[in-house]
């Protein structure tokens, strides 16, 4: 069937913000890529705090103790870094510049989790001297720390555990070796406080996560019984981020087929991210919490509180939920058999998503340039500005409430957590997307570079 620009076709909106609508609304965005002559990104950081706020208070509610860690890796900004140092909040690294950036905000070390496979030396030595808790992955990295740690100053160390229902992930230490790790944790004595265990599961399953953490609380009875403190776990990250509504995301994957893509690309389904969650963020550590694990009666809840551990916990992505934005300005409006392709000022390298065989499906929202009369709908592709085919920020052909023009702007909600910067690349020689934090402290929304371009 040939379809026009004017063919309506599947949409997933995200989950309306009228707080930040009516920022974008007020003009800011148009004065701003005025100013940076390309895309840029907005920060939220008093999001942040309420998304890491809402994570104490599951903590509380369930009344077990506990630590919240940004997963750094998430996105790069100062602004959340800013924000952990100023609110307690900890930080989990996994490499030599993130830990300089945590600590160089004035995030306390022992506030630090340090994870990933094979932790360079450097990384491992300013986490020694700083107090970080640094998650062993692997017998010959917990040999360096030992070494380490008797030259300098006692490591904190917890020992991170292959997860029994992925075993074909290469993160982590399997039964034997968790074994070994442990004497040799005994053996180093003074050298090594051992404190716990920890894992990382990819997918956003509650019940697996409960059961690995009921079986880690066991694991630390067993290390205290031979002398070792073992009073924290860390279940990690993966706190689903809920970002458009039920019925939306069902129809969504329901209506959409190659048709509705430019040049017929197909995606595989499974490899969308569930966009929309039941059971998203803090919500889904109540849910953690909640679950009683196999071979017991009491909720994980009270398994950590009897046996007195502390609950560590590394959200990258739920902590950024609606807390970003990312705005680029369209160049070019052309037609192709029967449907609009966008070219737009950046590349699809500031929308990550594209590059793990999938695409940011929330719809991008546009913001006309001057009042125009709203037209009808428009279906368009939004292609990047270089010169790869593969270049698409978005393959579907978006439906646009009205025919876009050159000028307007292109706003794609909720980026905050990874697509924003994990892929980018001033590839072209163009320019990195600036970031621009938006304060609201007071009823007043300010705006600031994240960080000025020397630091
Ligand atoms: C990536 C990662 C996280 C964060 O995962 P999210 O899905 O963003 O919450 C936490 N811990 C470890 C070890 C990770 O590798």
Not at 30 to 46: I, K, M, Q, R, T
Request: net charge negative; with cysteine.
């Amino acid at each position: 069937m040939a379809v026009s620009p004017r063919t309506p076709g599947p949409t997933l909106p995200a989950h309306p913000d009228p707080e930040l609508d009516r920022i974008l609304r007020g003009g800011l965005p148009h004065e701003l890529a005025y100013a940076f002559g390309g895309p840029f990104h907005l920060l939220l950081p008093d999001r942040f705090d309420a998304n890491a706020a809402a994570f104490r208070a599951a903590l509380a509610e369930a009344g077990v103790d506990g630590l919240v860690h940004y997963a750094k890796k998430a996105n790069k900004a100062a602004a959340w870094i800013e924000r952990c140092a100023a609110t307690g909040t900890g930080v989990d690294v996994a490499a030599a510049g993130e830990l300089r950036e945590a600590l160089g905000h004035g995030v306390r070390g022992e506030h630090i989790v340090v994870t990933g496979p094979a932790k360079a030396d450097d990384l491992l030595r300013v986490a020694v001297l700083q107090g970080c808790l640094i998650a062993v992955d692997a017998l010959d990295e917990l040999d360096r720390v030992i070494a380490l740690a008797r030259a300098t100053r006692p490591a904190r160390l917890l020992l991170r555990r292959l997860p029994p229902a992925q075993p074909h992930s290469r993160f982590g230490l399997d039964d034997a070796e968790l074994g070994t790790a442990l004497a040799r944790c005994e053996e180093a004595r003074d050298a090594v406080r051992m404190e716990g265990f920890s894992f990382h599961l990819s997918g956003y399953a509650v019940q697996p996560r409960a059961e690995l953490a009921g079986d880690l609380v066991d694991l630390c009875l067993k290390a205290r019984a031979a002398g070792l403190p073992a009073d924290r776990i860390s279940i990690g990250g993966g706190f689903a981020v809920d970002y458009a509504a039920a019925g939306d995301w069902e129809r969504f994957l329901r209506e959409q087929d190659p048709g509705d893509y430019h040049a017929g690309k197909s995606f595989t389904t499974s490899d969308f991210y569930p966009y929309h969650s039941p059971v998203a963020g803090a919500d889904a550590l109540r849910a953690i919490l909640a679950t009683r694990p196999r071979g017991g009666t009491a909720t994980l809840a009270a398994r950590l509180k009897d046996a007195g551990i502390t609950l560590l916990l590394e959200p990258g992505r739920a902590l950024l939920d609606r807390a970003g934005c990312t705005v680029f300005t369209v160049r070019g409006v052309k037609e192709r058999d029967g449907y609009g392709i966008l070219t737009v000022d950046g590349t699809s390298l500031s929308l990550s998503e594209q590059w793990f065989n999938s695409e940011y499906l929330p719809d991008p929202v546009l913001l006309t340039a001057g009042d125009r009369p709203a037209g009808p709908p428009f279906r368009a592709c939004v292609g990047g500005a270089t010169c790869l085919e593969s270049d698409l920020l978005t393959w579907r052909k978006v439906v646009h409430p009205t025919r876009p023009h050159p000028g307007d702007l292109l706003v794609y909600p909720n980026t905050a957590g990874y697509q924003m910067d994990s892929n980018e690349s001033p590839f072209h020689d163009l320019p990195l997307p600036p970031k621009v934090v938006l304060d609201t402290a007071g009823g007043r929304t300010r705006w600031r570079l994240d960080r000025h371009p020397a630091t």
